[in-house]
């Protein structure tokens, strides 16, 4: 069983980041070389499956976010093309680790990477994109820039092991899920785009702006993605719709419907998400009541809401091309379906 999201209120194009992309693609065409570089490995496993994850495709928004970043900020250089990758390995690392993790077996439609390889290799290749990440870092040479992706890096990882302590939690609030998604999403979105303010060397006020406007992008891309789970087509969302069920996780469509159900209700997310004690028919049945109590369009109303916010912090910007592209990217991430 599977719902459509709400129809966006939008003009009849859907919003897409394809300007975006070709306002940075000679940016972006030099961040994939550096990427398909710094992947090599004299031990063949290493690029043989990150290179399996890089081939299956992929929005690649973080690192659009920081060359868009960078060129709203009218930066000339090319120091952003390596923070962009490093962005990039970042976010590929925490993928590795996230499916071993969550025992997923797609990844953007294909096998993942555990599920052809195994979990011990991507563990450890995960952990060489992070290396890889971290001497980006450094040959940049800026002690603002390696401070603000290392935190980054270390917030990523508190933000997993939050959500690990989490799963099976009926008792997790709204605040403590905003929290976990703050932290495993949105604060590489944020540095993301503080980087780009950061090597153009703009105004303090600016930068904190572009690092706002990330943190609500990825907020608000995680409220969709949480929403996605119980609302999208499998196909269409290149991943098994109702994996964040089925492994016990608290996202708020769930804590929603359960705050909103009677006692025959609660019983069953008891069940279902604390003890993990599900049948086939239990993924039909909490889609029925996320859309009994409208939680999935309640989770969306909120991810635009988010999306607002975003928007306000790039009012600040020059009214120009590159800002538009990405005025267009939160309309793309909060309207997207997959």
């Given at each position: 069983m599977t719902r459509p999201l709400p129809s966006p209120d939008t003009a009849p194009a859907a919003p897409s980041l394809d300007r975006l992309?070709?306002?940075?693609?000679?940016?972006?065409?030099?961040?994939?070389?550096?990427?398909?570089?710094?992947?090599?490995?004299?031990?063949?496993?290493?690029?043989?499956?990150?290179?399996?994850?890089?081939?299956?495709?992929?929005k690649r928004l973080r690192p659009l976010i920081t060359l868009a970043a960078a060129q709203l900020?009218?930066?000339?250089?090319t120091r952003h093309q390596k923070l962009a990758a490093c962005v990039?390995?970042?976010?590929?690392?925490?993928?590795?680790?996230?499916?071993?993790?969550?025992?997923?077996?797609?990844?953007?439609?294909?096998?993942s990477a555990n599920a052809i390889f195994g979990n011990k290799s991507s563990v450890l290749v995960g952990d060489f994109l992070f290396s890889r990440a971290f001497q980006l870092m450094v040959e940049d040479g800026s002690l603002r820039v390696l401070?603000?992706?290392?935190?980054?890096?270390?917030?990523?990882a508190e933000g997993e092991v939050h959500q690990l302590l989490t799963t099976g939690d009926l008792a997790t609030t709204e605040a403590q899920y905003l929290e976990v998604?703050?932290?495993?999403?949105?604060?590489?979105?944020?540095?993301?785009?503080?980087?780009?303010?950061?090597?153009?060397?703009r105004p303090e006020d600016e930068i904190q702006a572009l690092r706002r406007f990330g943190t609500n992008l990825g907020v608000a891309f995680q409220l969709i993605d949480d929403a996605l789970d119980y609302a999208a087509s499998e196909a269409a969302l290149g991943k098994t719709v109702g994996d964040d069920f089925r492994e016990g996780k608290v996202t708020l469509p769930v804590i929603l419907a359960y705050a909103r159900g009677n006692?025959?209700?609660?019983a069953f997310w008891h069940r279902t998400i604390e003890d993990l004690d599900q049948t086939d028919a239990d993924l039909a049945n909490a889609q029925a009541l996320i859309e009994k109590y409208g939680?999935?369009?309640?989770?969306?109303?909120?991810?635009?809401?988010?999306?607002?916010?975003?928007?306000?912090?790039?009012?600040?910007?020059?009214?120009?091309?590159?800002?538009s592209s990405l005025m267009e990217a939160i309309d793309f991430a909060v309207s997207r379906g997959y």
């Open positions: 992309v070709a306002l940075v693609a000679t940016d972006m065409a030099a961040v994939n070389q550096i990427i398909l570089d710094r992947m090599q490995s004299p031990v063949a496993l290493i690029p043989q499956l990150a290179s399996h994850l890089i081939a299956a495709g992929g900020c009218g930066y000339q250089g990039e390995f970042i976010h590929t690392a925490t993928l590795l680790h996230d499916d071993v993790v969550d025992d997923s077996l797609l990844r953007r439609g294909a096998a401070a603000v992706l290392s935190e980054a890096s270390a917030v990523i998604i703050g932290a495993k999403t949105a604060v590489l979105f944020a540095a993301a785009a503080e980087v780009g303010a950061v090597v153009a060397d006692a025959e209700e609660r939680t999935v369009r309640e989770t969306v109303a909120r991810a635009r809401t988010v999306g607002d916010a975003a928007k306000a912090e790039l009012a600040r910007f020059p009214d120009i091309a590159i800002r």
